[in-house]
């Protein structure tokens, strides 16, 4: 092939002023804020994303995204670049023992055989849903008549697909008590790339689909007794993070509750919600 065939893609610079309408357009469809300093790291995961399409410049990239065609096919994919996924199994681990001592039993005594309905909002690559899924089954064995179903939603399709697949790295699952691990989990065969899959009757516990925070309100199936909202809302300002909030509450429970991540509150928030512990809010 000559050289001419060639492009380097990791050359490609984004100028100021493209960094500028990329990332207004980010913020307005995702409520990502991406400040100045995110710079490089846009440029680099869009290289990416260039080569993938084949179109040689940042320039060329822009049209076509602003484009009407371009828009409705490539904004799911711009989304899906600049989302942050980091998660890991039993992240967090006060909120899990908060659900299985204090939570459940609570609930079990009042409602017994009403299905527990959960929602894992922003569920990235479904570490956090599934952590969930085997939490309330280990309390279903000892607890006749206990059900529950998981919603887990998430903006980017990509890093559905990687949770609806559930298949993760060993290393990744070290976290995992082993007696769950032999309960809940299945190891590859393959001995070299050591893998394991979540078993299927964790799998069907928990139904993924595409949510954006952003829409104007959520149309979920369920109203939730318990929503996690862990980690996602510290890449919003403080005006759409209190907006996000407000959404959530309206499909919640009245007594229900919301649980954010260990960096994240409602402080000066006007929300309809009572701080029970740290991160762990309860709607009034
Ligand atoms: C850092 S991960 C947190 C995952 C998990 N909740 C946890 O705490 O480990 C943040 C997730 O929020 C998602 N996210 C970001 N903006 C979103 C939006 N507007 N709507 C829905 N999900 C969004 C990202 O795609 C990402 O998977």
New binding site residues.
Partial sequence: MPVNDFVDFYSLQLTDEEFKRLSSLIYQE???KLPPIKKVMLQSRLQKRLKHLGITSFKEYIDFLFSREGFDSEIIHMLDVV??????FF??PAHFEFLSQEFLPQYYLQNKTAPLKLW?????SG??PYTLAMVLLEFAENHPGFSFSIFA????TR?LQTAIDAIYKEEKVEVIPLTLKRKYLLRSKDRQNPTVKIAPHVRAKVNFAR????DSQYDTKDIFDIV?????LI?FDRLTQESVINKLCSRIKPGGYLIL?HSESILSMNVALKQVKPTIYRKV
């Fill in positions: 995702s409520g990502i989302s942050t996924n980091k998660t890991d992240r967090e894992s909002a922003g569920c990235s570490e956090e939603s998430d903006i980017s890093i949510l954006n925070l952003m996690f909202c862990r980690n996602v890449y991540g």
